[in-house]
C-alpha cells in the first residue's frame, strides 16, 4: 500500500505563508502526477496544484495562481505547496494526491478521479 502524509498546515493570519510537505510511503511506487486539493466546510474538493513528478509542467486552480508554488523533491518522494499571500478564503482542509500516471495535460491534472492515493488532509485556517 501507498502512504501519503501531510504536514505544516496550522493557524496564520491574512497576509501570511505557509509551506505544507506529503511525504510518501509504503510499497514501491512509480508516481505520476502529483496535486493538492483542499475542501472547505459545506463545499466541494477544489483542485488547488498539480505536477508530473519530472518537473515537466505545473496546472494550478484560478484561485491559487500566482500565489502557490508546487514543487516536488523526488529523493525524499515529498511534494511540497508554498502558499504566499494567505486569505481568509483558503480555509480548508489540504489534501496530496498521487497518480499512477504522468499527466501533460491540465484538464486530467486538476480532476480527483485521476489521482490513486490520497493523504488524511492538514488543516489550514487564516484568520482576518
Known amino acids: 500500500q501507498v502512504q501519503l502524509a501531510e504536514s505544516g498546515g496550522g493557524l496564520v493570519q491574512a497576509g501570511a505563508s505557509l509551506r505544507l510537505s506529503c511525504t510518501r510511503s509504503?510499497?514501491?511506487?512509480?508516481?505520476?502526477?502529483l496535486a493538492w486539493f483542499r475542501q472547505a466546510p459545506g463545499k466541494e474538493r477544489e483542485f488547488v496544484a498539480s505536477?508530473?513528478?519530472?518537473?515537466?509542467?505545473?496546472y494550478y486552480g484560478d484561485s491559487v495562481k500566482g500565489r502557490f508554488t508546487i514543487s516536488v523533491d523526488n529523493a525524499k518522494s515529498t511534494v511540497f505547496l508554498q502558499m504566499n499571500s494567505l486569505q481568509p478564503e483558503d480555509t480548508a482542509v489540504y489534501y496530496c494526491a498521487t497518480a499512477g500516471t504522468i499527466y501533460y495535460d491540465a484538464q486530467l491534472a486538476s480532476r480527483d478521479q485521476t489521482y490513486a492515493y490520497w493523504g488524511q488532509g492538514t488543516q489550514v485556517t487564516v484568520s482576518s
Open positions: 505536477m508530473p513528478r519530472d518537473g515537466g509542467a505545473t
Open positions: 509504503g510499497r514501491r511506487f512509480n508516481a505520476g502526477n
